[in-house]
């Protein structure tokens, strides 16, 4: 009513096709298209097929250990592993993923916890989502000087001394 409408944020599926139970751990990949639901453990990865509306919803007691890929993915558990999606990816209070998280729109809530990188994915018309590291001739990183705290444009030292190299 007063807040902002939130049906634009809104992860398209709420439809759960698949439910991991509580009391249920499945070793080996789990593939799926529609929505799946853990309440339970997964010892292996959780994969999305076909569906650009499919949605990974890890539940407070949920427990993932390998790589979650799908469009849409709900945490309020524990990942130990990666978390790729292309869509939409939502971290709630009770969060903890042990991994890097690659995502195209990110909502945060305070007290998830990400013990690894934030990684946005770029929609590029090649059809490539990955957003690829900048790196200089010989193939190493350049720092992006916004995200490098105090650095000046001509290097962490100052002209011509080693430091960050920017573009």
Do not use: C
């Not at 592993?81 to 690659?102: M, P, Q, R």
């Amino acid at each position: 009513m007063w807040g902002k409408d939130k049906s634009t944020t809104a992860v398209a599926v709420e439809k759960i096709d698949t439910l991991i139970a509580a009391n249920v751990t499945i070793e080996g990949n789990v593939r799926f298209s529609g929505g799946i639901q853990v309440d339970g453990e997964v010892i292996g990865n959780v994969i999305a097929e076909g569906d650009e509306s499919s949605l990974v919803r890890i539940t407070d007691k949920g427990r993932v250990k390998g790589e979650i890929r799908g469009p849409n993915v709900i945490i309020n558990g524990h990942v130990i592993g990666d978390v790729y999606s292309t869509e939409h990816v939502e971290l709630a209070a009770k969060a903890i993923v042990s991994g890097n998280v690659h995502y195209n729109l990110l909502e945060m809530v305070m007290g998830a916890e990400v013990n690894g990188s934030l990684m946005h994915v770029s929609d590029d018309k090649s059809g490539s989502k990955e957003k690829s590291p900048k790196v200089d001739k010989a193939g190493k990183p350049i720092a992006d000087i916004a995200t490098v705290a105090g650095a000046s444009a001509s290097g962490a030292n100052g002209p011509n001394k080693p430091g960050i190299t920017t573009q």
